[in-house]
T-cell receptor, first 113, second 112 residues
């Protein structure tokens, strides 16, 4: 799986959009970008994933650059409950060798009141 | 409710003792996983299983053992051979070809 690079920490004001960047310059054509988040002392939670098109769900939006070397997770209206570590993961979807996820250290997002 | 349960939430053991962490899921998922997390670090894969009676080593399997006798259960044993077992342990499950892994609440193991 391709390696990802994320800033170690970010701050955001409550109610504003949180934009979390991720670099994955060695991504392969069949690798997807996944985002998970982990609230302190809990198990990680899936947020969203995408291949090359922008994606949106009830939690967030994912913007992938045209060359696919980077992406941005957008939380449109951040709340205090969005304070968590956010992990950007790149992997081949559906591979039978296991849906194993390789977690880096992620970005600690702190939403401030 | 469907989900993954891990018990206990906190576990204390003396050095040199084996300890088994429980993981149960009622999501009817074929694949299950064990991860270890140290403070300030990401998750590292210990073992995973794609089907009953089959499992594979992950990135840090030394000092750990697992079994997969039932689809819904994937217990992890931390043996005395694990040099630094104090950590947060997370179990997850998924359909093998699915995009999403579902995680349990974790067990925090402290070896005294």
């Amino acid at each position: 799986d391709a390696k990802t690079t994320q800033p170690p920490s970010m701050d955001c004001a409550e109610g504003r959009a949180a934009n979390l960047p991720c670099n994955h310059s060695t991504i392969s054509g069949n690798e997807y970008v996944y985002w998970y988040r982990q609230i302190h002392s809990q198990g990680p939670q899936y947020i969203i994933h995408g291949l090359k098109n922008n994606e949106t769900n009830e939690m967030a939006s994912l913007i992938i650059t045209e060359d696919r070397k980077s992406s941005t997770l957008i939380l449109p209206h951040a709340t205090l409950r969005d304070t968590a570590v956010y992990y950007c993961i790149v992997r081949v979807a559906g591979e039978t060798s296991g849906s194993r996820l390789t977690f880096g250290e992620g970005t600690q997002l702190t939403v401030n009141p | 409710d469907g989900g993954i349960t891990q018990s206990p939430k906190y576990l204390f053991r003396k050095e040199g003792q084996n300890v088994t962490l429980s993981c149960e899921q009622n999501l009817n998922h074929d694949a299950m996983y064990w991860y270890r997390q140290d403070p300030g670090q990401g998750l590292r894969l210990i073992y995973y299983s794609q089907i009953v009676n089959d499992f594979q080593k992950g990135d840090i399997a030394e000092g750990y053992s697992v079994s997969r006798e039932k689809k819904e259960s994937f217990p992890l044993t931390v043996t005395s051979a694990q040099k630094n077992p104090t950590a947060f342990y997370l179990c997850a499950s998924s359909d093998p070809l699915a995009n999403e892994q579902f995680f349990g609440p974790g067990t925090r193991l402290t070896v005294l």
